[in-house]
C-alpha cells in the first residue's frame, strides 16, 4: 500500500510540476514597452515562435509552438512588422499576426529635380546621408543588367560615355524603405524610366523607328531639351531645330553640351571654353554627343520625339528674364535676335 501510495504521490507530483510548467508558461510575459516585431515573408510559424520569445513577448516558444497547434493556428501569419506589447495574451498575439494589423515601413523620401546631372544626384544623396558617393558613381558606371529593367539595355558600349547612366535616372519624387542600399536607389530611378517611357503615345516605338533613332539617342535629344528650355511650350520647337540641324549636318553648337564637361558650370561660357577636345563639345563635333548630358522629364523625351516642324535653325534666350527664346531661320537673322536679347536684359 506504501508503495502505491508513493508511486502516485510521485505521479500527482509530477503531473502537477508538468502543468506548473505549462501554466506559468504560457502565461502572458510581464507588462513592458511596445516593441516592433518582424515577421519575415516566408518564415513559418516556430520560426515567428522563436523571435516572439527573443523579443520578450512570450515566455516560451517550446509551448508556445505546441499552443499554436493546439488551437490549429499560425498558418495565417501575415508577414509585417507589429508593434506587440510585453504582457499581451497569446490569443492576442495571434489574432494580431492573423489579421496582418502591420504598422507602416519606415520610409526615406527624396526628390531629384528634372534635368540634374548623375554628379547633382550624388551630390544631392549624399548631402541628404542617404547614400555613400563613392559606391553611388561607382555603381552607375557598372555595367550591368539592373534585374528586369528594359530602357538601360539600349546603352551603348561606348568608352566615350562621360557617365553610363546619365539620362537613365528619372527625376522624380521617391519612397523607399530606410535602409536602402546604393543599389536599391539606382534601380527604383532606374525602373522609374521604365515606367513613364510606357506612358508615352501608343507606337511611339514605331515613331523612333521611323526617324531611325534608338532610345539611347532619344534619351540624349531629351537631355539637350531638358538643359536648354525651361518654358515647356518651347520643349518641341527646340527639338525641331535639333533635327533640323542634324539634317542639314550642323553642329548643334549647344551651350549645355560644353557646361556637362566642366567641373562647375559657369554663367557665361568663354570663346576658351568652347575650344575643349570632347566628343561632347557640339562646338566642335558634328551630330549628338556620345549621351545625354543630364536626366531628362518626360515632357522633354516627348518632345524629342515629337519635334515641331519650323524652318528654324537658331534660338537665343531672352535676358528680360522671361527665360523664353527668340527663334530664327537664318543666321543674320539670328545675330539680330542677340542684338534683341542684349537690349533687353535686366
Known amino acids: 500500500m506504501w508503495v502505491v501510495i508513493s508511486l502516485l504521490s510521485i505521479m500527482l507530483i509530477g503531473a502537477g510540476s508538468v502543468f506548473l510548467y505549462i501554466w506559468i508558461g504560457l502565461k502572458p510575459t510581464s507588462a513592458g514597452e511596445v516593441k516592433e516585431i518582424e515577421v519575415k515573408k516566408g518564415s513559418s510559424a516556430f520560426t515567428v515562435a522563436d523571435v516572439l520569445e527573443e523579443q520578450g513577448i512570450i515566455k516560451n516558444s517550446f509551448l508556445f509552438k505546441y499552443y499554436l497547434k493546439l488551437k490549429k493556428e499560425g498558418s495565417r501569419f501575415q508577414a509585417g512588422i507589429y508593434e506587440l506589447k510585453p504582457g499581451m495574451k497569446n490569443d492576442e498575439i495571434i489574432a494580431k499576426l492573423n489579421s496582418g494589423e502591420t504598422v507602416a515601413e519606415k520610409m526615406i523620401k527624396f526628390t531629384i529635380p528634372e534635368g540634374f546631372t548623375l554628379l547633382q544626384i550624388a551630390d544631392k544623396l549624399s548631402q ?34 562621360h557617365h553610363r547612366l546619365e539620362g537613365y535616372l528619372f527625376p522624380e519624387t521617391y519612397e523607399l524603405k530606410v535602409g536602402s542600399t546604393e543599389a536599391d536607389i539606382l534601380q527604383r530611378m532606374i525602373t522609374e524610366l521604365d515606367k513613364k517611357l510606357a506612358q508615352l503615345p501608343e507606337g511611339w516605338e514605331d515613331v523612333l523607328a521611323e526617324r531611325k533613332l534608338t532610345l539611347h539617342q532619344l534619351l540624349t535629344i531629351a537631355s539637350l531639351v531638358e538643359r536648354e528650355v525651361v518654358v515647356k511650350e ?113
Open 128 to 161: 541628404d546621408k542617404l547614400i555613400d558617393k563613392n559606391v553611388f558613381m561607382e555603381l552607375a558606371e557598372k555595367q550591368t543588367t539592373w534585374g528586369d529593367a528594359e530602357a538601360v539595355r539600349s546603352i551603348p558600349e561606348d568608352a566615350k560615355l
Open 234 to 346: 518651347e520643349r518641341a520647337v527646340v527639338s525641331g531645330i535639333i533635327k533640323n540641324r542634324l539634317d542639314k549636318g550642323m553642329p548643334l553648337q549647344i551651350d549645355a553640351t560644353v557646361q556637362y564637361l566642366l567641373d562647375k558650370p559657369k554663367e557665361r561660357l568663354m570663346e576658351k571654353d568652347l575650344q575643349v577636345e570632347s566628343p561632347y563639345n557640339t562646338y566642335k563635333v558634328k551630330g549628338l554627343p556620345p549621351g545625354p548630358i543630364a536626366n531628362p522629364s518626360l515632357a522633354s523625351i516627348q518632345a524629342a520625339l515629337y519635334p515641331e516642324k519650323t524652318d528654324y535653325y537658331y534660338y537665343v534666350t531672352k535676358k528680360d528674364g522671361s527665360q523664353t527664346h527668340l527663334f530664327a531661320v537664318t543666321y543674320k537673322e539670328h545675330l539680330r535676335n542677340i542684338e534683341k536679347s542684349n537690349k533687353t536684359a535686366k
